[in-house]
């Protein structure tokens, strides 16, 4: 093993005592040996430090009984070189730390990496020199380093956090991390042993002690779930599905949402009996393997609370089987976090361990620790006298080792511990602006921790040696996010964070675990691939979101933010580029309702509600059919009319189903989609006055229909928007039905195609201006543009009924229905709106596909409610009456 005296590598310079390198890496984990190697490899000299004795990273410290990565090995491992690839093979499916050790031994021997690896030298300080534009590094043991890069390949999790526990000093029997094991075996054969923490460490260490000790007491805060391993060889399906296509499976990794190629789920647990459910849980409990645990049950597992609570139940149905004393069942049973949002864990034997005579299981919740004394641990209820105490008390997570080296300074003297005081920003979890040259491998605002490592590893160092590389040959010397970049990509963070449960729960991926620590999700909750594609374009676009500079160049800025959209509309809009859809308006009329109907049949199917009844009712000239939806709760219940979108040419009652449906379970309320007349058959101003019709019938029909008597509501998207916003002012008109409220989402409201997101948004969302032009001439004759029965920005908007108006960022319509609320309010309706930010068009009829369009439909379910709800002193509200009240957002994502 090399020794802390390693001279300095042949191929660094030094001046004054400093070694002079091109890029100096800290840590000699898989990171690290990746980039040394490729490094090297393309021409720069690099000098690797690592606190440790030898190569491993995390690898070299979590020693403790048990230690095994809880990611398939055949996944777990290097991809860059195929030839590395058939050089090794993994023994177990879940290999052992030590097994893992020598594989990164084997690397780093392979590609002769030792040499520039100066072991047992932990960097102290790091400074920008901004004369010279290199930082300069200094150690514990007084070497300095000067380079032009300085990477951070410190891992996610290798910063100890302290227990927290007051006397931990005051002990005289033995103490272990399992995050510093010993390098000689620990012997618990005859002892107490207390464990506190249960954690993925706690729990792969427990059984193995237990299997030891006289005695062991595990002390448990909070309890976990957990996935037995079912280790043994690789299982043959996977084998064969990698030895297939070895390239292609590795494509398939990285560009899947956690970095292990499993398909996508499209099947809802609604969808699924109890039977079918648990069926599939089965398979994945007897497959032991958090990935497909985590991702191959139903589509809605991970980002719907509902959801979730399926898989929860089903786990804590296997501890209650396994585990006799129900007591310590319920103990070990987690009720206060989603499954997947804090890390499960993978074991062996762990929670058939407590069913062991030498095991006591103390549930901290009831009796706390209240301080380690020299010979045991006292709680508010009892002491306990044991010999040994192995504190698996986690790590202060993705911030935690970069951190360690303090201060880093950047430029203008700037301390990252200031710029991070309220928790990490940075730009792609790679950069941080005032910090110039410096790169995190997996750091905080990448998918690091949620993926699987290695695979995220590979995506960063391979994008930063081609930055360097790019750099080189285009004569720069500095790269530096912009301010702008890195606020942008703060607020997708924040977005992304919204599509999963990992929000919901206290854990180290929100920074609970650490007394002080700022919360909020740190992690990349987007997905690998994705992530993937947005580095990607980055540099598609001209390294948008970065400041390059070099001695003899203008300095390049191109200054911006890389994602405005929201993450999942994001995702829908590349999956319709990629599926190169031809423009609706191409297709002719029938065509293009034979398409909307193939789209419509490709979404997920709606939740289900109490009753869905088809029926007819009587329309301005005839019958027109409906779809009412009716809640599972006892009515009866507020009607709300609802007019579909589709330009007034496509759709019917049914084509904005599964919204109706999400509507009608958030509301609380009956929703009739009224199947009104469309063009060219009936033009301009059929929709309209079908749409008052029925409105009318349905207010005179509402006790028929299970409904309350009294005003109903009104609400519709896009052009089924414009009927609603129309019958209203006719509803006013023609005296009566009453009204108590109207729902206005992203709604035609005038015919003029001048106001700036007409332009902005021509093309590229879904509802392009083309599109637009194509409806309203089927629909309506120039001449006909300016009557309030389609255009009802020009109509008197006074004595309306209250209004919630919806309108997206990225639509051509956005500006007209802002237009609508402030003429609303201008003429003293009461009016509140909300200005979707990042969403399209389509965002929040795209139920269960825009998952953030959530807390939207929160949003307008809320307003109805409020809607429904009269004044003492009045039957239905008047002008004026009300006055504008401000909603919050939920703070989570409910199933309705
Ligand atoms: O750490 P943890 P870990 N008094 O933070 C408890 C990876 N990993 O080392 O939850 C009492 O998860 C704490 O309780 P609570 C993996 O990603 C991977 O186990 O804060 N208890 C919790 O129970 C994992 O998620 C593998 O209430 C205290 C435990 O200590 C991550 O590392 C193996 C306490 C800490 O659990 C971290 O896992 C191991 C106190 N004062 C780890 N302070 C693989 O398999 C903390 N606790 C690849």
Redesign the pocket.
């Known amino acids: 093993m090399p020794s802390p005296a390693v001279s300095a590598p042949a191929s660094e310079a030094t001046r004054d005592g400093t070694a002079l390198v091109d890029v100096a890496v800290v840590g000699a984990g898989f990171a690290g040996l990746y980039l040394l190697h490729l490094l090297r490899k393309v021409g720069f000299v690099t000098v690797v430090l690592d606190e440790a004795g030898d190569v491993g990273g995390?690898w070299y410290w979590?020693r403790y009984p048990g230690?095994?990565?809880?990611?398939q090995t055949i996944d777990y491992s290097y991809t860059f070189d195929p030839e590395l690839e058939k050089a090794w093979t993994w023994s177990e499916r879940?290999a052992t730390q030590s097994e893992i050790l020598r594989y990164l031994g084997f690397v780093a021997e392979r590609y002769d990496l030792r040499r520039d690896i100066r072991f047992h030298t932990r960097v102290t300080a790091a400074t920008w020199d901004q004369a010279a534009e290199r930082w300069l590094l200094t150690t514990a043991y007084g070497a300095t380093v000067s380079c032009r890069y300085y990477i951070m390949a410190t891992g996610?999790?290798s910063s100890?956090?302290p227990?927290?526990?007051d006397g931990v000093s005051n002990f005289k029997g033995e103490v272990y991390f399992?995050?510093r094991w010993p390098h000689e075996e620990v012997k618990f054969a005859g002892k107490r042993v207390a464990v506190?923490?249960?954690?993925?460490?706690?729990?792969?260490a427990i059984p193995l002690i237990a299997e030891q000790a006289a005695h062991l007491t595990v002390?448990?805060?909070?309890p976990?779930f957990a996935l037995p391993a079912q280790n043994g060889p690789v299982p043959a399906d996977r084998v064969a599905l990698l030895e297939s296509d070895r390239a292609g499976y590795r494509e398939q990794a990285r560009w899947s949402l956690s970095g292990v190629p499993w398909p996508r789920q499209t099947i809802f647990s609604w969808q699924l009996s109890d039977a079918e459910r648990r069926e599939r849980f089965e398979k994945a409990w007897a497959r032991g393997d958090l990935v497909y645990l985590l991702t191959q049950l139903w589509a809605d597992q991970g980002v719907d609370v509902d959801g979730n609570k399926l898989v929860a139940e089903l786990v804590r149905e296997k501890i209650r089987a396994i585990v006799k004393d129900p007591k310590t069942a319920a103990a070990l049973s987690p009720h206060d976090h989603p499954v997947g949002a804090?890390?499960p864990?993978?074991d062996t034997n762990y929670y058939a361990t407590y069913n062991r005579p030498n095991v006591t299981m103390v549930n901290?919740r009831e009796e706390?620790?209240e301080a380690i004394t020299a010979s045991g641990i006292t709680t508010k209820e009892r002491s306990f006298g044991v010999d040994v105490i192995v504190?698996?008390?986690?790590?202060d997570?993705m911030t935690g080792a970069i951190m360690a080296v303090h201060p880093i300074t950047g430029r203008g003297g700037k301390l990252l511990s200031d710029v991070w005081a309220n928790g990490p920003k940075t730009y792609l979890g790679l950069t941080v602006a005032g910090f110039p040259n410096l790169f995190m491998v997996t750091g905080p605002g990448s998918p690091s921790?949620l993926s699987n490592m290695v695979v995220s590893i590979e995506q960063h160092v391979d994008w930063i040696v081609e930055r360097l590389i790019a750099m080189r040959e285009a004569g720069f010397t500095t790269i530096e996010p912009t301010e702008t970049a890195q606020a942008g990509w703060t607020r997708h963070l924040a977005d992304c964070s919204m599509l999963t449960l990992h929000r919901l729960g206290?854990?180290?991926y929100t920074g609970?675990?650490v007394p002080g620590k700022a919360r909020g999700v740190m992690p990349y909750t987007g997905g690998v691939g994705p992530y993937r594609g947005i580095c990607n374009e980055v540099v598609s676009r001209g390294m948008l979101g970065f400041s390059l500079a070099g001695p003899n160049l203008q300095r390049q800025c191109n200054d911006g933010e890389i994602v405005r959209l929201q993450p999942d509309v994001r995702l829908v809009l590349n999956m319709m580029t990629d599926m190169k859809l031809p423009p609706i308006e191409s297709l002719g009329v029938q065509g293009a309702r034979a398409f909307a109907t193939q789209l419509n049949a490709a979404r997920p199917a709606g939740r289900p509600v109490g009753e869905v009844v088809d029926s007819t009712l009587q329309g301005a000239d005839g019958s027109l059919p409906y779809r009412l939806y009716r809640p599972a709760t006892l009515g009866p219940h507020p009607i709300v009319v609802y007019f579909h979108g589709g330009g007034w040419v496509l759709g019917d009652q049914q084509s904005d189903d599964p919204f109706c449906r999400d509507m009608c379970r958030r509301t609380g309320m009956i929703f009739v989609s009224v199947g009104y007349r469309h063009a060219p058959e009936h033009r301009f101003p059929t929709a309209a006055e079908d749409g008052y019709a029925a409105t009318r019938w349905i207010a005179e029909h509402a006790a028929e229909l299970g409904g309350m008597p009294g005003p109903v509501l009104v609400a519709g998207w896009s052009a089924g928007g414009n009927v609603a916003a129309v019958t209203c002012q006719l509803a006013r008109d023609r005296g009566g039905p009453q009204i108590s409220g109207q729902l206005l989402i992203c709604p035609v409201t005038d015919y003029t195609f001048d106001r700036p997101s007409y332009n902005e948004n021509a093309t590229g969302y879904f509802l392009t201006r083309s599109l637009m032009y194509w409806f309203w001439d089927i629909y309506c004759s120039p001449v006909d543009r300016t009557d309030p029965r389609v255009s009802p920005l020009r109509g008197k908007l006074a004595g309306l009924p209250p209004a919630f108006v919806v309108t997206c960022e990225f639509d051509p319509l956005r500006d007209e229905g802002i237009a609508y609320a402030e003429a609303l309010g201008a003429a003293g309706v009461p009016v509140e709106q909300l200005q979707a930010r990042g969403h399209f068009h389509a965002s929040f009829t795209m139920v269960d596909v825009v998952i953030t369009g959530v807390s939207g439909r929160d949003r307008m379910a809320e307003a109805l409610r409020r809607f429904a709800k009269p004044p003492k002193a009045a039957g239905h509200y008047e002008q004026g009456m009300r006055p504008d009240r401000k909603v919050s957002p939920p703070a989570h994502a409910t199933a309705g």
């Open positions: 995390t979590n230690a095994r990565c809880d990611v879940y996610c999790l100890p956090k227990p927290e526990i399992t995050g506190i923490g249960t954690g993925s460490s706690g729990i792969q002390f448990q805060r909070t976990n804090k890390r864990c993978l901290l706390p620790i504190f698996a008390t986690g790590f997570a921790v206290n854990t180290w609970a675990n």
